[in-house]
């Protein structure tokens, strides 16, 4: 193999034109770092004028070279740079000078086709743009023309919505919230939206197609009002499904308040309510009986279902609101929407306010919680949608331009998203608060 072949192997660039001579490296320093440049040559053989197309015999001819100096990926951590001796030529038929062309970096351009590669791997990964930069020796703008490119070509399509999608909001700049719009089966993120008022989103939503729209069959969301609304609107044939999650999350909530508003009565008791809180948010069948052991609170051996009756015993109302709270998670996790409607229909004396609160929402909400208990979505893979977006902030330590978060978003968890098979299924662990 020859030294020229050789080297374009190490710095993985396939041009058969540039030729590496014996001394092809030296050691230079540019912004006051040592880097290492590779000098390369690189001609063209052209059978026939590019610019009038005659037949070339001896009427190209060489016409002097030009230097560009092109930054190449790192070589054993040293920036590097190559030095390209470009051949000009002349064609004395039409009398028009070119340039000897070649596939490693663009026309015009300083930065090679492998560096910009590199870019787009690094790109996939929640990375902060100037440290991609900073590993490729360019600047923070170049890093974002390149995202803006990949984003501009992949461009969402406004004619096209899946079967399934989840609606969800999470904080984008400062204080204000975004509307994050998901496929239910892929997990791909499909939109992000900067305001959430229900008018703008009705107005973004209109700029789908009719058809479109409806052809949107299940919308996964959390229990929020408003979107009711806009979903019945936008979404005529669409099934609303209330996240399993965000149900269990409200009615342990309301639990959690009782609790507290009783353990702060009972200063007898306080210390107890606070160590073995858990157990009480625990499904009563998964409550350990027949294991005794040494608890700090309690003189005596106790179990786990000891320690929750002694909770309950202090005060009828957290005893009413528990066993209200333990019914509704167990026909939740039995998948029993009679039993579901069934548990919140009847009259409970005792329950705190809190629980009460929570049950009138249900009872609001009830008829699209049917659907949760009958179909396969979740908003499991939007919690972990929203999680990314926080990250990508968080690693940018915040963005002030929302469309290059949002291209960087849809990047990360759109363009360059595997679909996840086990997202689909509900995560039974999400029961278990
Ligand atoms: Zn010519």
């Known amino acids: 193999m020859s030294i020229s072949n050789s080297i374009l192997k190490i710095l993985n660039m396939e041009d058969e034109n540039v030729i590496f001579n014996e001394n092809f490296i030296e050691n230079r320093k540019i912004n006051n770092k040592r ?26 001819v060489k016409n002097g070279t030009k230097i560009s100096l092109i930054k190449i990926p790192k070589v054993s951590e040293v920036a590097s740079y190559l030095e390209l001796k470009k051949q000009k030529y002349k064609c004395k038929m039409c009398n028009k000078r070119f340039t000897a062309k070649t596939n490693i970096v663009d026309y015009r351009c300083r930065i090679s086709n492998n560096t910009k590669h590199s870019v787009i791997n690094y790109v996939k990964d929640i990375l902060s743009n100037t440290l991609i930069a900073r590993h490729h020796n360019i600047s923070n703008m170049t890093v974002q023309r390149i995202i803006d490119r990949i984003y501009d070509n992949k461009k969402l399509y406004k004619n096209y919505l899946p079967e399934a999608i989840c609606i969800d909001e ?27 008022t229900i008018d703008n989103l009705e107005k973004y939503f209109s700029y789908y197609l009719k058809e479109t729209r409806e052809k949107v069959k299940y919308v996964v969301m959390d229990m929020y009002k408003p979107y009711i609304g806009l979903i019945k609107n936008m979404f005529s044939n669409a099934l609303i499904i209330i996240d399993m999650f965000h149900i269990v999350q409200l009615i342990s909530r309301s639990l959690n308040k009782t609790r507290i508003k009783i353990m702060k009565k009972d200063k007898l008791n306080y210390r107890k309510y606070k160590r073995y809180f858990r157990l ?60 579901f409607d069934k548990i919140i229909k009847q009259d409970y004396k005792n329950i705190s306010e809190y629980m009460n609160t929570s049950l009138n929402t249900l009872r609001e909400f009830s008829g699209h919680i049917k659907n949760t208990l009958e179909q396969p979505y979740s908003n499991g893979i939007m919690e972990r949608n929203n999680n990314t977006c926080k990250l990508i902030k968080r690693i940018a330590y915040g963005y002030r331009n929302f469309n290059n978060f949002k291209a960087k978003i849809l990047i990360i968890t759109n363009i360059f998203r595997k679909p996840k098979k086990e997202a689909m299924k509900i995560n039974s662990s999400l029961l278990n608060v």
Request: charged share 25%.
């Open 170 to 196: 999470f904080t984008a700049l400062k204080k204000t919230m975004a509307f994050n719009i998901c496929d239910a089966k892929s997990g791909k993120t499909i939109d992000v939206v900067l305001d959430r």
């Open 280 to 339: 009480l948010f625990k499904p009563r069948l998964e409550l350990d009986s027949s294991y005794w052991k040494k608890y700090i609170c309690f003189k005596n051996l106790m179990t786990e279902v000891d320690i929750v009756n002694y909770l309950l015993e202090q005060s009828d109302e957290l005893k009413a609101t528990y066993n209200l709270y333990q019914s509704i998670l167990y026909s939740l996790q039995r998948k029993d929407y009679k039993l």
């Open 35 to 60: 880097v290492n440049i590779f000098k390369g040559y690189l001609k063209n053989d052209y059978e026939y004028c590019p610019m009038c197309g005659c037949i070339n015999d001896t009427t190209i």
